[in-house]
């Protein structure tokens, strides 16, 4: 189980957001990179970033700070999504030294987009599914459609997607424990890996996904218990590593 640090991005600075708000936003740092080092010197071994004000308005806006973030760490791989809404900004990122770039509304609005990307960039592209009951979210988590989370997810693994991140948007920022069996349904259902993201708080969420790790769940995003102190990087990550070695 890898351990995801995520830095949210709003107006140049690193932020976290509950359930999604643009209007509840906490800033926790001024400097984007140097947390992001803050992160890599915990054990980090990859990086979500996401542009929030590129997911509301449909087009990077920070993408010059993730740029500066990939520049610092070029042997890191790096997860970026919001605002993607076209090939060439898929390029301009792997260009910068992203390793994956992360196709949220676009894959819902005009799926065969992944598709297109998934033949022009194979391996790199990355769907992210936000649901709240079941159904998936849109516009930054503004819009819920009548789309089926698992009915997509199924579409985009035949696209050939790299993996599929699921945020359970009413866990999110409300450190109140990962969605352990949304995210099984959803991991159950399809064959790429699944990185589970919302509401990861505590040493418990992190023993729980463990646990259910050979179903398909890979990875968990981290964001507000890092940057509050109820989990830390290092003694989580040790703790998924030895119960891998255990299993293994």
């Not at 996904?209 to 995003?221: K, P, Y």
């Amino acid at each position: 189980m890898l351990l995801i640090p995520a830095i949210d991005l709003k107006d140049g600075r690193c932020v976290r957001l509950r359930q999604g708000d643009m209007e509840d936003v906490t800033v926790f740092s001024d400097d984007p990179v140097e947390t992001a080092s803050r992160w890599v010197e915990a054990g980090a071994r990859r990086l979500h970033l996401v542009d929030l004000d590129g997911a509301k308005r449909g087009e990077p806006v920070n993408a010059e700070v993730i740029h500066r973030i990939a520049e610092r760490h070029p042997d890191l791989p790096i997860q970026v999504g919001g605002g993607i809404r076209d090939a060439d900004t898929v390029q301009t990122y792997l260009d910068a030294g992203v390793q994956y770039v992360i196709i949220g509304t676009k894959a819902v609005s005009a799926p065969h987009f992944v598709n297109d990307l998934c033949l022009e960039f194979p391996g790199h592209i990355i769907v992210g599914l936000d649901a709240r009951g079941g159904k998936v979210a849109t516009e930054g988590w503004s819009k819920l459609s009548h789309h089926d989370v698992v009915d997509l997810a199924r579409r985009f693994e035949d696209d050939g997607v790299a993996a599929i991140v699921y945020t359970d948007i009413s866990r999110d920022g409300m450190m109140q424990g990962v969605n352990v069996e949304a995210t099984v349904r959803l991991a159950q259902a399809v064959r790429v890996p699944v990185i589970a993201s919302g509401g990861v708080s505590t040493m418990a969420d992190v023993e729980a996904l463990c646990a259910v790790e050979e179903e398909g769940i890979e990875a968990a995003i981290v964001g507000r218990a890092l940057y509050e102190g109820t989990l830390d990087l290092a003694e989580a990550q040790a703790f998924a590593d030895r119960y891998a070695e255990r299993g293994a």
